[in-house]
């Protein structure tokens, strides 16, 4: 653009137009670096360890539609903190509105966006009998919409509306739509909150996140068949990177030793479809899950073949629920953060002229590091007492776990990407090597006396910890 070297009179209706222009620009420009951003993440449900809650949450599942065999029916549920949006006091109680509209645009190959195919409104109310409930953090408002659409790769852009305060929330999401007019098709995953027996009734799990202090959770997916079919139907759920992608495992393994998996739940059965559409729930047991992000896939083989026929794949994360626990002994907690804080700020908490004076500058602490002020959650805590958690639970022995050498590098480093063992023999003494490729490093820890007490060979910082 030019710069103007004078300053002449420009008509109001020119600079109306101008002004005009310009925002268009802007909003442009603005969206392209959006997309920018959302291209990087294209195909895969980027989630980390202990994940940030959003203004609202949206969760889009395929599945075979009953009209147009070529489009495929999308299941749109969104879930509404009950504390982000306005209540007013009316006679039927303190009541609240919002509006959701969803475009659903377009996405070429060549990864640019097109038009908008779909555009939806509706509408949802919320009504509670006592100002407390409009303040509940574990309540929510949920919705659902049903859109059909041609197979391929859209942009879904949902804005919610609060009627009475006129705050608007905005959220854009990459969505794969899967083509359902095969022979035989696999819908897409769904993670269950709940599920009814007697009448068959679920109800989704739109956060995708699960809590370690849970059981197990079910997931629901259906598969379609035109005839009587034999099939090899194997659900697989694999721990991955914080950034969703897959561990992949080192080449250059020694003789005898045991590699770590990232398999955590595998299951095989044998199904003859004769229906068109048959439901399927599974329990999915949650020992040999630890806190991370998972992928869960589901594929169909032909029984006689064994060729794959169709497979459909859903990440999800497993959330720590103890923080409450670990930290009531404030002292244990405080004595814990020997690892993140300085030396004067642990004397500074732990010399407080009273308890009460020690907790809040404890809290204190944990607050200036909170990644996300002003939410119920601190991130950054539970993902550190959640390693003190997990060193305890798995060194501890004659010393606390959080204390050892395994211990140490845990909570300094997280979960390693791969950790390679070598059991007793007359050669070599047991040992492990946790690999950190994100950072580049590998550390070795020897069990010099035979009784599990792991040394680490070299210290973090030394030269030789070193990937490249």
């Known amino acids: 653009m030019a710069i103007r070297e004078s300053y002449e009179p420009v008509a109001t209706t020119e600079l109306h137009h101008r002004e005009k222009s310009f925002r268009g620009l802007l909003r442009g420009r603005l969206r392209e670096l959006c997309m920018l951003a959302i291209m990087v993440f294209f195909f895969q449900d980027v989630t980390q360890a202990q994940v940030v809650v959003p203004d609202f949450e949206v969760d889009v599942v395929t599945v075979k539609g009953e009209d147009d065999p070529s489009e495929t029916r999308v299941d749109i549920y969104t879930r509404v903190p009950i504390t982000q949006i306005s209540f007013i006091n009316t006679p ?116 995708s996140r699960v809590g ?132 004067r700020d642990l004397s500074f908490i732990q010399d407080a002229p009273n308890q009460v004076e020690r907790i809040q500058r404890f809290r204190n602490f944990w607050n200036k590091r909170d990644p996300t002020p002003g939410t119920r959650r601190n991130e950054r805590m539970e993902e550190y007492y959640y390693r003190i958690a997990a060193a305890n639970q798995n060194y501890g022995a004659v010393r606390e776990g959080w204390k050892t050498d395994r211990g140490f590098v845990l909570v300094r480093f997280g979960e390693p990407d791969h950790v390679r063992r070598k059991p007793h023999s007359f050669d070599y003494e047991p040992y492990e090597i946790w690999v950190y490729e994100r950072v580049g490093r590998q550390f070795i820890f020897v069990d010099k006396t035979g009784f599990g007490d792991y040394e680490l060979l070299v210290p973090v910082w030394d030269e030789r910890t070193r990937l490249y």
């Open 92 to 207: 039927d109680g303190f009541t609240a509105g919002y509006e959701v509209k969803l475009d659903a645009i377009e996405w070429s190959d060549d990864n640019r966006l097109r038009n908008v195919v779909q555009s939806r409104i509706w509408d949802a109310s919320v009504v509670v009998n006592a100002y407390a409930e409009t303040q509940a953090d574990a309540r929510y408002d949920f919705t659902t919409q049903s859109l059909s659409l041609i197979p391929g790769k859209y942009l879904f852009e949902f804005e919610v509306a609060d009627r009475n305060s006129n705050q608007t929330y905005v959220r854009s999401l990459p969505v794969v739509v899967k083509p359902m007019d095969a022979a035989v098709a696999l819908s897409d995953i769904t993670l269950l909150e709940s599920y009814d027996e007697e009448d068959f009734t679920i109800v989704p799990r739109v956060n």
């Open 212 to 343: 370690s202090d849970e059981g197990g959770f079910r997931v629901f997916y259906e598969v379609y068949s035109e005839d009587e079919t034999d099939l090899s139907i194997i659900q697989e759920i694999r721990r991955t990177k914080e950034d969703g992608s897959a561990n992949v495992l080192p080449e250059d393994i020694a003789n005898g030793e045991i590699v770590e998996t990232d398999l955590v739940y595998t299951k095989e059965e044998l199904a003859t479809l004769k229906n068109v559409k048959n439901q399927y729930i599974v329990t999915v047991p949650m020992e040999d899950f630890r806190v991370g992000t998972y992928s869960m896939r589901v594929t169909l083989y032909d029984a006689v073949s064994g060729d794959e026929i169709d497979t459909s794949e859903r990440q999800f994360v497993v959330q720590w629920n103890g923080l409450a626990d670990h930290i009531e002994d404030i002292d244990d907690a405080i004595a814990q953060m020997e690892y993140i804080a300085k030396k």
